[in-house]
C-alpha cells in the first residue's frame, strides 16, 4: 500500500475512534501517598493524556512550562501509570494565551516529582511550614495567596516591607436566603433542592451560593448540611422574625501558626493602634475617592467635603489612642453620609400614582437601618440580592 494511502486510512481510523475526555478526575496513589485532582484526561488509542489548566499567559521559557507545573503534570502522569494506565505525555493548558504546551515526561522529571513528594513529607514530619517567599511576583496571582498569607507572615516576622493588598477574584455567588416556614433543604448532586408544599420546589446550584440564611422553621438534611460544611459556605440559623441564633460552618483556616501571631499581636496595644490607623485611614482615603469620583452636586460643597475627609485621614495616621481613633472615624461617617445626596442625581418632577409628591424616590436624607426606611439605605444595608425562596 502506497505511503499516501497509508496515511489517509489512518487518519480517517482516527477519526471513527473519537478522543474519550474525563473533566475533574481525582486519583490517589499508595505508593507517593499523594491525592491528585486532574483537570482533564484525554485517552486515546489506548494512552491516556493528563492535562492541567491555568489561568494565565503562556510563560517564555526554555521548556515550555515552570519546573513546578511540569512536576504537577509528571505527578499526574506517576498516578495514572500506578492504576494501569499508559502515559506518554502531559499537557499544560493556559487559558488566557490559548496555547497548549505539550509536558515530555522524561527520567529527569519524574525524578524530579518523587524528590518533590519526599520533601514535603519531610516537611510534614517536621510539624512546621516553610518560610514564605520574599516580595515573590508570583504570589499575588496564586491560587492559595490567601491562605499562605506571604506578606503579613514577612511582616509578623520583622520584615520592612508593606504586605501588598490581595486582589480577590470576583465571586459570582449570591446569598441563599429561605424563609418559607416548613421548607425543607434537601442535597441531589450538586445542587440543593428546597422542596415547599406551597411554593414548590426550587433548585439552586451549590457554587451559586455564598452563604445560606435560614429564616423560622426550616428544615436541613445532614448530606445538604455537610455539603455546605466542606465547600465552607456557611449556615446562619434565625428566628421567624430574624433573631439571629448560631451558625454553622466548616473547618476553616488551617494555618495555626498564623492564627496563633495574630492572637499573640493582638495583646500587644501599640500594634493594634497601628493597625487601626491604617485601616481607620484606608477607610477614609476610600470614602474620599467615591466622593471625588461620582459627586453630582455643587462644585463648592464638594470640595469641601473633600478637604475635611484629606484633614481626618491625616488626623487617623497620628491618633494616640483607640478613643481618639474612633472619635475620628465616626466623625469622617458622618461628614461622609451628610454629603452622600451629592452623590445621587437630584430629584426630578415626575408626578404619577406610585410617587405621588412627584419626586424621583432615589432621594437620600441620613442614614437609617434595622430596618432602612428608604430604597438607598435599603441598598447600603443589602448591598447582595440574595437568592430568596
Known amino acids: 500500500m502506497p505511503a499516501s494511502i497509508a496515511r489517509t486510512h489512518h487518519y480517517q481510523r482516527r477519526r471513527l475512534e473519537p478522543k474519550s475526555v474525563s473533566r475533574s478526575l481525582t486519583l490517589s496513589s499508595e505508593t507517593l501517598s499523594v491525592i491528585a485532582k486532574i483537570d482533564v484526561a484525554e485517552a ?29 503534570v509528571c505527578l499526574q502522569a506517576l498516578l495514572l501509570e500506578e492504576h494501569g494506565y499508559r502515559v506518554e505525555e502531559g499537557a499544560i493548558y493556559y487559558a488566557e494565551s490559548r496555547e497548549r504546551v505539550r509536558i515530555v515526561l522524561d527520567e529527569d522529571l519524574r525524578a524530579a516529582a518523587r524528590d518533590a513528594v519526599s520533601g514535603l513529607r519531610l516537611i510534614v514530619s517536621q510539624g512546621r511550614i516553610p518560610p514564605p517567599l520574599k516580595d515573590s511576583p508570583k504570589c499575588p496571582r496564586c491560587a492559595l495567596v490567601s491562605v499562605c498569607l506571604p506578606d503579613e507572615v514577612s511582616a509578623l516576622s520583622g520584615s520592612a516591607l ?5 486582589a480577590v477574584s470576583a465571586d459570582e455567588a449570591l446569598p441563599l436566603v429561605v424563609q418559607s416556614q416548613r421548607a425543607r433543604i434537601n442535597k441531589a448532586g450538586d445542587t440543593l433542592k428546597i422542596a415547599d408544599k406551597e411554593q414548590g420546589e426550587t433548585k439552586v446550584r451549590l457554587i451559586d451560593v455564598s452563604d445560606v440564611a435560614l429564616f423560622g422553621n426550616v428544615t436541613v438534611t445532614p448530606p445538604a448540611l455537610s455539603a455546605l460544611l466542606e465547600r465552607e459556605i456557611p449556615v446562619t440559623f434565625h428566628s421567624h422574625g430574624g433573631w439571629f441564633r448560631g451558625i454553622a460552618h466548616g473547618l476553616g483556616h488551617r494555618n495555626v501558626e498564623i492564627r496563633t501571631a495574630q492572637y499573640r499581636t493582638s495583646f500587644d496595644d501599640a500594634c493594634c493602634l497601628r493597625f487601626a490607623r491604617d485601616l481607620v485611614a484606608a477607610k477614609i482615603v476610600n470614602q474620599r475617592t467615591i466622593l471625588r469620583r461620582n459627586w453630582r452636586g455643587e462644585k463648592a460643597a464638594r470640595q469641601a467635603v473633600l478637604d475635611r475627609l484629606a484633614a481626618a485621614r491625616k488626623a487617623a495616621g497620628g491618633a494616640a489612642n483607640m478613643p481618639e481613633l474612633l472619635g475620628l472615624e465616626g466623625d469622617a461617617a458622618a461628614t461622609y453620609f451628610r454629603a452622600f445626596a451629592g452623590l445621587l442625581a437630584p430629584p426630578v418632577t415626575n408626578r404619577t400614582t406610585d410617587d405621588p409628591d412627584g419626586l424621583t424616590p432615589f432621594r437620600f436624607e441620613a ?7 428608604d430604597p438607598v439605605n435599603a441598598m447600603l444595608t443589602r448591598h447582595l440580592t440574595p437568592l430568596e425562596h
Open 44 to 72: 486515546e488509542d489506548g494512552a491516556v493524556t493528563p492535562i492541567d489548566y491555568k489561568r494565565g499567559r503562556r510563560p517564555h521559557v526554555g521548556q515550555g512550562a515552570y519546573a513546578p507545573e511540569r512536576v504537577q
Open 367 to 373: 442614614r437609617n437601618r434595622r430596618p432602612p426606611t
Open 162 to 166: 508593606a504586605p501588598r493588598p490581595i
